[in-house]
């Protein structure tokens, strides 16, 4: 079994600053993609940003230049850097990979994780 696990949301006045962190852990044979989503109430969840195993990175036209998404391969673990936020930004964000997942001497075919969710809230 694969686990996402995040942290670091929380509430912030708007202008400010926080850093989401994901880290993947279990039977992982291989990552590829690894990004952040977010829903807001009554909206469909959207890609927030994305990185690639090559580092490759996708951001929505909405947090260009505010947002910066990384990852450490060692540890499994990618980060969204979110700076000077909005009260549009206001979501519940989520994690996202895209990996292979071992099975016996091999792996599994490619799927995506979710992790549970972190909740960002900006005062305005």
């Known amino acids: 079994q694969v686990q996402l696990v995040e942290s670091g949301g929380g509430l912030v006045q708007a202008g400010g600053s926080l850093r989401l962190s994901c880290a993947a852990s279990g039977s992982i044979f291989s990552i590829n993609a690894m990004g952040w989503y977010r829903q807001a109430p009554g909206k469909q969840r959207e890609l927030v940003a994305a990185i690639t195993s090559g580092d490759y990175t996708n951001y929505a036209d909405s947090v260009k230049g505010r947002f910066t998404i990384s990852r450490d391969n060692a540890k499994n673990t990618v980060y969204l850097q979110m700076n000077s936020l909005k009260p549009e930004d206001i979501a519940v964000y989520y994690c996202?990979?895209?990996?292979?997942?071992?099975?016996?001497?091999?792996?599994?075919?490619?799927?995506?994780?979710w992790g549970q969710g972190t909740q960002v809230t900006v005062s305005s």
């Open positions: 996202n990979a895209n990996l292979r997942e071992r099975s016996g001497s091999g792996y599994r075919s490619e799927r995506d994780w």
